[in-house]
């Protein structure tokens, strides 16, 4: 080989290694159902299946991007399932190759046939762990505790029809500290405490049943279960900050992503403040917020250098 093709080729190499490989294993709150999210992106990232998702794992990509980082994102996702459907079905898909971190989630009410028993969370969160770390003893794996959900909270007949959004909230995190305590598990991406607390803080709508409150964004896909666009954002930001380390304010109210999502540079900085200050009530990053020196308007992803 030519001395120069050889550098070439040494250069690549080593510019492949240096980046880190994540892997999202989910369902449709990580693919972005209900959402612009959905198909966003979809070319930045890996789609397992083949199913031209960008979703989520497109969001924190572009996210890393912006801080400088180097990740090759993956996913592997699949509508209502849980963690032992991706056991049962999708070990092929997930063996390929050894991953640096994997986030993953189960059911948003825990368990689809028993709501809020985390006992097959638990279960199915080891024995993946488990096939993870067979493939690299190093992995670091995530856990993200959904959102609550309205539709399972303001109708009548749900399991958290006598109770409230705090306590939902409350109980999947229990869930997923439980599933936490598997060994191999880094920690968990309080996602659905990120989302109490926008509500509490004024930022978004708490009940979408009657109607949004001026000046509210609401958080939640028009079914009151998924996520609408501001609320998948609102993930990958808690999601960003707990992995790599980087306070999500350092992003800047001109983010791209939230710029071509449509949202405002108040709503996109607001969010940005929500996911720090829960990342920071989890003790899981130093502040370090974002500071310019003169007023610019967003621009696209795609002018990213």
Not at 137 to 162: C, E, F
Request: aromatic share 10%.
């Amino acid at each position: 080989m030519k001395p120069l093709l050889l550098l070439a080729a040494m250069f690549i190499s080593t510019h492949v290694l240096a980046e880190t490989s994540v892997l999202f294993i989910g369902n449709s709150f990580t693919f972005g159902w209900g959402s612009a999210t959905r198909y966003y992106r979809a070319e930045s990232v890996t789609d397992l299946n083949d199913e031209g998702i960008g979703g989520v794992p497109a969001l924190f990509k572009t996210f890393t991007a912006q801080a400088g980082l180097s990740y090759a994102v993956f996913l592997e996702t699949r509508g209502g399932s849980d963690i032992q459907f991706h056991l049962d079905h999708k070990l092929d898909v997930i063996e390929q190759r050894p991953w640096d971190e994997v986030v993953m989630h189960g059911y948003s009410t825990l368990d689809p046939e028993n709501p809020g028993n985390p006992a097959a969370l638990v279960a199915s969160t080891a024995a993946m762990t488990a096939v993870l770390r067979k493939q690299n003893p190093k992995v670091a794996v995530y856990l993200t505790a959904t959102w609550p959900r309205a539709d399972q909270v303001y109708p009548t007949g749900k399991y958290w029809s006598d109770k409230t959004l705090a306590q939902m909230t409350k109980d999947i995190r229990h869930g997923y500290e439980l599933a936490a305590s598997t060994p191999g598990v880094t920690s968990v991406n309080a996602v659905g405490q990120a989302w109490l607390l926008a509500i509490e803080s004024g930022l978004a709508d708490a009940n979408p049943y009657d109607g949004i409150d001026a000046g509210k964004i609401d958080l939640w896909s028009y079914d009151h279960y998924h996520a609408s666009a501001y609320g998948y954002y609102l993930e990958a930001l808690v999601i960003f900050g707990n992995l790599t380390g980087v306070d999500p304010r350092s992003l800047g109210e001109n983010e791209c992503a939230g710029f071509e999502l449509g949202m405002s540079r108040a709503q996109v900085s607001k969010l940005q403040q929500v996911a720090y200050e829960q990342l920071r009530r989890d003790g899981r990053l130093a502040p370090a917020p974002w500071v310019h020196a003169k007023s610019a308007p967003p621009k696209p992803c795609s002018a990213l250098k």
